[in-house]
């Protein structure tokens, strides 16, 4: 999609704000998914005390968020109309600044 993604922990950011800012109605949620799964991860491994992270319902609400997200993802894959009304989306975002190709 033209898009570079950072290297290193900026890269997480880059992905779901790129995703959030693309203005498909099935993928702008994605970026936010994708964001929250990130920070549950960040919760498991930095925050000990952040008990919810680690139980198991937890873990299999993620694990189908992920498979969701997926899904989706590979179901726009196929569509090249619609990969271009998500990079020119980005685009315009890039040109105001709100996120950077």
Known sequence: ???RIPSGAEGHGAVHNCLALCEDPD???VGHRIA???GDRVRADYHLDTRYVEKARNARVRVE???MIIG???KCLGDNAR???MRDALS???AT???LL
Do not use: E
């Open 1 to 3: 999609m033209g898009v």
């Open 27 to 29: 993928i702008t949620p």
């Open 36 to 38: 929250n799964l990130y």
């Open 65 to 67: 968020d992920a498979q």
């Open 72 to 74: 989706i993802l590979r």
């Open 83 to 85: 990969l271009g009304a």
């Open 92 to 94: 315009k975002a890039a």
């Open 97 to 99: 600044k709100r996120f």
